[in-house]
């Protein structure tokens, strides 16, 4: 009798994860996710990395305590930021010194060049296109 009452409840568990699988299938169709054919989230293609580091920029010395949001609100300036990215060690998950910021189109990234050796958290910073650096 446990045994079936086991098998019973399996085939509820399962039939609860298919519906969960459906749910997140049409949560991510209507915020217009994309997601490979075992919707799992699609990886972005090398053109779209290609495309994602002509509007970026490296940042180099960047203070240990800055945050994602200080470095958005001193290149806010440049244009529309999509992303921050703070590199970080990945044994001690201390930040390694340096970014990369992301922005909506590629003419951000020239006025953020020009944040060159600019005093960011009373550190002079280095800042490149990422694509060169």
Same mark, same amino acid.
């Given at each position: ?10 085939? +509820?568990?399962? $039939? %609860? !994860?298919? *519906? ?26 090398? +053109?779209?990395? $290609? %495309? !994602?580091? *002509? ?32 590199l970080c ?10 970014a990369y ?9 020239e006025a ?22």
């Amino acid at each position: 009798k446990q045994w079936y009452q086991r098998r019973v409840r399996v085939r +509820e568990m399962e $039939e %609860e !994860a298919e *519906k969960l699988k459906e749910l997140q299938a049409e949560t991510e169709k209507t915020m217009g996710m994309a997601t490979s054919p075992n919707n799992a989230p699609a990886f972005p293609t090398a +053109e779209e990395k $290609e %495309e !994602a580091d *002509k509007r970026s920029v490296f940042v180099g010395s960047v203070d240990y305590s800055s945050t994602a949001k200080e470095l958005e609100q001193h290149f806010r300036g440049c244009g529309t930021i999509n992303r921050v990215t703070i590199l970080c060690d990945k044994y001690t998950g201390n930040p390694k010194g340096f970014a990369y910021i992301e922005f909506a189109d590629t003419e951000s990234v020239e006025a953020a060049i020009a944040l060159h050796e600019s005093l960011f958290k009373g550190r002079q910073i280095k800042v490149s296109a990422a694509n060169q650096s």
